[in-house]
Each structure stands twice: as C-alpha cells, then as structure tokens.
C-alpha cells in the first residue's frame, strides 16, 4: 500500500482541501463554486479523500496534464500495479482506450476513427433523426413525460447501439446500467445492484465479441474483435473493456449535456427563443454548452515520474483528478465564464478533454444535441419543465447528470410510419 499520507506533511495549508470529494453531496449541491474557490486558492490541491489525490483545476494546469501522457498516464494495472485509470477512486473493469497510453492506445483507436469522422456522421444523421422522432412519438400524445430518460437517454442508447452493433431492443437496459455504474458512488448500498447490472452489460459485449470474431459486421464491436494490435487479435476482456467504453461514452454524457440545456433553457426563454428561430446556431451553442456544464466533470491520471505541476511538486504514483468543469470555468481564458454565450468564439473548451485522449465521439455528440433540441423544440413548442419534480445525480462526480427532467407540452400526434423497436 502507498503511504498517501506522507505528501500531506509536505504541503502548505493552501495547498490542502482535505475535505474537497467530487464524490459528495456538497459537490453535487455546489460544484462550480467549490472548484472556482480550489482554482483561485491552489489550482493543484490536495484532497485526503479516496485514498488521497491532488484535484487539479485550472485551465493551464488541466491542459498541461491531458496532453502529457507520458507523465500523467491513462494507464489502469485493475490492481496489479500503480496505475488505476480514469476513475478516482479506481474503475476495477479497464475501460478501453480511455485506459491505455500510447502507442497502444492509437494502435487501437487509428481503426475506429472512421467511425466517427465528420463524414460517418453525416451518413448516421438520418438514423438519428429517425431515433428522435420515434422517441418524441412514443411520448408526444401523453402531454407529458421524463424528457431525459424518455426521449434524450433513448435516442443516444439508440444511436450507440447501432454504432456498437448490438440489439436496439436492449439499449434501454445497457443504458440504465451505464447510468447507474457512473451517478451510483462507490461506497453507496445501491452500489452491488448496479454493479451486477453492469455484470449483465458487460456479458453481452462479451457473447457479441465472440459471435463478431466468428462473423464479423460493420461496426465498433466486430472492429475491435477483429482488429490485430502488434500482431494479435486483443484478449477477449480488452474486448469487453473497449466496447463498454464506448457504451458508457455514447449514452450518458450527451443526454446529461441535453438534460442541463433543456433545464437552463426553461429558465432562459430568450436564448430558447433565439434558438428556435436561428438553429444554425445549434452547433455553436452545443460547444458553449458542453464548456458550461462539462457533461463529463473530470477524470483521473497517475503519474509516472516526479515533477510539478502548477508550482505544485507530485511524486510518482500519486494520483490527480483532472476537472475538466473546473478548466472551463477559468477566468483566464474565458471571458465571463459564467455566463453561457453561445456565439462564444473562440471556444478552446476542454469538455471533450485534450491530448491523445480527447472525445473520438464528438460529431456523433453534436449530431445528436442538434438533431434532438430540433425536434423537441418543433413538436414540444410550449414545453415547460417541471423543476420541483426533476431530479439530478446524486453524485456529479464523474458525469453531471440527471435522473429525471420531467416535463408538460401540449399533446401532439405522432410521426414516424416505421417502428424502431
Ligand atoms: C457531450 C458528449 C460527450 C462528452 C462531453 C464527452 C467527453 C469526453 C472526454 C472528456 C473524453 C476524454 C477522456 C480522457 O481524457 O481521459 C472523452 C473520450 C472519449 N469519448 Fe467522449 N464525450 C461525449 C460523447 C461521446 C460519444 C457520443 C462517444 C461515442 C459514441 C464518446 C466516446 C468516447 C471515447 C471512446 C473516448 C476515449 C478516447 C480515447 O481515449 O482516445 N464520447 N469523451
């Protein structure tokens, strides 16, 4: 076992926020403000939660960190060794790319890119297009219904699905056990069911990895069961890893991104108005909403060799949280960074990270944020959100999330002639 505690001694009292834990209740309640006050006072902090780690956020710091990965590593040894990956405290099932360096870590994602260039995505559009006007269908007659599960986690599990290769009539299922894996602490008496619930995921991601290598298909899974990295196929569990990855990146970071602009939308009807009538500016607006809220809050490195960052001195094997919300907030780089300005430009967010490990799925996010607020501002158009009713994550430590956007809208009529599911 390390001695964590040692640092702790080494450090001034600025530099310590023993109680900081992106994990609480408090951080669910406040995080913006509780980072703003770590970044203005120590933007390298030490927290003695989880085992101990530094929290790191500011602009300068964060971006330093993602884009030296041979320092700050990715790596996850699932407790054989130092590295423990993505997730403080540590993820026990290696979560593909996200956790391996180069130059395996591009050995594997080179032949996945076309999966996600600008051009795949454009040939993806009118699945998804199809996915939300079915979605928004089996809801619209109701008059009324839990926007975020119903409509946003279904069009992403849907779309993901498809990407991944498996059956669209179990997305709902993998999607709820992506959901609960991340918004579920560590620690929590919920946490054994979502665990054996992910257990059922990560089965299917197995049974469909081997039927790909047998017979492979046009999609994520078959790709990475099939591919050769330095001259073998990868072991089955890797296979396992790299598909609930993107299981995991696909559903839940943009249905949190579409739940917190749908939330603050109903608060803002101005910048709705402006939305509905410019939907050009959707793309743009998307960018300045993922800066906003930083659907994907912050993730994890260990670090490989002594050094400073931020005029804070790290040693070998301790570990940094890198909050990414924290970056974007940065005064520094971002003029008034409190205030969504969807015309922001430039934007040079790090809410789909930096580095060798930035988002591979960022067309992919932004087609379906666009695609989904064009249609549910076409067909919900006197949508209101009921915000006593709706509930966020109760821990926003990894993904800033919500349970449920519950919302009322006049009832329309459905759309689509072709069934989904
Ligand atoms: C608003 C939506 C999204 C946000 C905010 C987001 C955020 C991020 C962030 C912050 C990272 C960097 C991880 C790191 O530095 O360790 C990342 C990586 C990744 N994302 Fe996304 N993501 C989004 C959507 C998606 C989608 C739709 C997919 C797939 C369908 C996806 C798949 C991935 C994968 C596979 C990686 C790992 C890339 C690598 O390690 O090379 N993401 N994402």
Redesign the pocket.
């Known amino acids: 076992m390390m001695n964590w505690r040692k640092y702790v001694h080494e450090l001034t009292d600025d530099q310590v926020d023993s109680d900081f834990d992106h994990h609480s209740s408090e951080y669910a309640e406040r995080n913006d403000e509780l980072l703003k006050e770590l970044r203005e006072k120590c933007p390298v902090a030490w927290s003695e939660n989880h085992g101990g780690y530094f929290v790191v956020t500011s602009y300068d710091t964060v971006s330093t960190a993602?884009k030296d990965w041979a320092t700050y590593s990715?790596g996850n040894d699932e407790g054989a060794g130092p590295k423990q990956g993505?997730l403080h405290p540590t993820n026990p099932h290696k979560n593909?790319?996200?956790?391996?360096d180069p130059p395996k870590?591009l050995e594997i994602?080179k032949p996945?890119n076309k999966y996600?260039s600008r051009t795949a995505v454009k040939e993806l559009e009118p699945e998804i297009r199809q996915y939300a006007s079915w979605a928004i269908d089996q809801v619209i007659e109701s008059g009324e219904c839990d926007l975020s599960t119903d409509v946003f986690t279904t069009v992403?599990a849907l779309?993901?699905n498809k990407?991944l290769g498996l059956p669209l009539n179990e997305a709902s299922k993998h999607a709820e056990a992506m959901h609960d894996i991340l918004k579920i602490p560590p620690g929590s008496s919920e946490r054994a069911a979502a665990e054996e619930l992910l257990q059922w995921s990560l089965g299917q991601f197995r049974e469909a990895a081997l039927a790909r290598r047998e017979d492979p298909s046009d999609d994520i899974i078959s790709a990475i069961a099939t591919m050769k990295v330095g001259g073998d196929l990868l072991p089955l569990e890797e296979v396992v890893g790299g598909s609930y990855?993107?299981m995991s990146?696909?559903v839940d970071?943009?249905s949190?991104?579409l739940s917190n602009t749908f939330v603050y939308l109903d608060k803002n009807p101005d910048l709705r108005r402006q939305l509905m009538e410019n939907p050009n500016m959707l793309e743009g607006a998307?960018e300045e909403f993922?800066r906003y809220f930083?659907?994907?809050q912050g993730?994890a490195?260990t670090v490989t060799k002594d050094c400073t960052l931020g005029a804070q001195s790290l040693s070998t094997d301790d570990r940094v949280l890198?909050s990414?919300a924290g970056a974007n907030m940065d005064a520094t780089v971002f003029e008034e960074p409190e205030s969504v300005q969807i015309a922001r430009r430039p934007n040079p967010h790090?809410?789909?990270?930096?580095?060798?490990?930035?988002?591979?799925?960022?067309h992919?996010?932004?087609s379906?944020?666009c695609i989904t607020v064009e249609q549910v501002f076409a067909r919900m158009l006197d949508l209101r959100i009921d915000h006593e009713k709706s509930r966020r994550y109760q821990s926003l430590g990894i993904i800033n999330g919500w349970d449920s956007v519950w919302a009322r809208f006049t009832p329309g009529t459905r759309v689509t002639t072709t069934t989904v599911l």
């Open positions: 993602a990715s993505g593909g790319i996200q956790e391996e870590h994602r996945l996600f992403t779309v993901t990407l990855l993107f990146g696909g970071t943009t949190a991104l998307c993922i930083s659907p994907v993730l490195r890198l990414f790090v809410g789909f990270g930096a580095g060798v490990h930035r988002c591979i799925g960022k992919v996010a932004s379906m944020f």
